[in-house]
């Protein structure tokens, strides 16, 4: 048994279905992770269950935090690029046309892809027809801090407008069955567009934007799912709890 959870659990005074119910899964889980020591449960159920215990999650499940730390080249990171600009068109065409569960673009303007992938409103329309999920996650153009990116960055095109040419876009396209499209939380928006995560089923191109550029200015980082936990596991939960607490368009 995982006798470093048990001992953690009754110096909090915390049952196993109190702590089911904190982090979120069932009793049958937290009593699963109790009687097997090599079970290892998901990334963020850990690290909700130390938190809930007031522990370290090295202390709980120890392999797993040593399974973490790496040297050397990571295996997700397919390539890395010094400018967003300089990833060729065709990597973006590839990923999008070669999706068929997954299409999350969660930039905080995405109003790039209908220039930068040929006849991507034609396209999207077919993968979302098809089955393929599709998600768009945007800043609002009328919020604080899009006001705030648009006075650092100081260029012509605005944030607000590169937003507005992605709503015109997806206007024009109509509804779409199996296609959504929401504004990020007011309080998540700074954390929204100051990392861009697009997906692609196992693959994901990601850039951090650095003090007052513009997205294709800043570096971009194209990730390809290998394992759990890793890399592309990282900037997909942090896509997914923007998307959670994000508002729907309205029509």
């Known amino acids: 048994m995982n006798a470093a959870l048990r001992l953690a659990m009754d110096n909090a005074g915390v049952t196993p279905r109190q702590l089911a119910h904190r982090v979120g899964v069932s009793l049958k889980q937290v009593e699963r992770w109790?009687?097997?020591e090599a079970l290892t449960p998901h990334l963020r159920n850990r690290e909700d269950a130390a938190r809930a215990l007031g522990v370290d999650e090295e202390m709980l499940w120890p392999q797993a935090v040593k399974d973490r730390i790496k040297t050397g080249n990571d295996p997700e990171m397919v390539h890395s690029?010094?400018?967003?600009?300089?990833?060729?068109s065709t990597v973006w065409a590839d990923l999008v046309e070669g999706a068929t569960a997954e299409l999350f673009f969660a930039g905080f303007t995405n109003y790039f892809f209908w220039s930068q992938v040929p006849q991507f409103?034609?396209?999207?329309?077919?993968?979302?027809?098809?089955?393929?999920?599709?998600?768009f996650l945007l800043g609002d153009p009328e919020g604080e801090v899009t006001r705030q990116r648009e006075a650092i960055e100081e260029v012509a095109l605005t944030v607000s407008t590169r937003i507005r040419t992605t709503l015109e876009h997806l206007e024009r396209l109509g509804p779409v069955e199996g296609a959504e499209a929401r504004f990020s939380s007011p309080l998540d928006a700074i954390n929204h567009v100051s990392l861009s995560v697009f997906r692609f089923d196992h693959d994901a191109l990601v850039t951090p934007h650095l003090a007052r550029l513009v997205g294709h200015d800043s570096p971009?980082?194209?990730?390809?799912?290998?394992?759990?936990?890793?890399m592309f596991d990282r900037f997909a939960e942090h896509s997914e709890e923007l998307w959670e607490r994000a508002e729907p368009l309205q029509p």
């Not at 690029?81 to 060729?88: L, T």
């Not at 990730?223 to 890793?230: E, F, V, Y």
């Open 34 to 36: 109790l009687a097997d």
């Open 220 to 230: 971009l980082l194209h990730l390809r799912r290998q394992r759990d936990g890793g």
């Open 81 to 88: 690029y010094p400018y967003r600009s300089a990833c060729p």
């Open 121 to 135: 409103s034609e396209t999207i329309r077919r993968k979302a027809e098809a089955g393929c999920r599709v998600r």
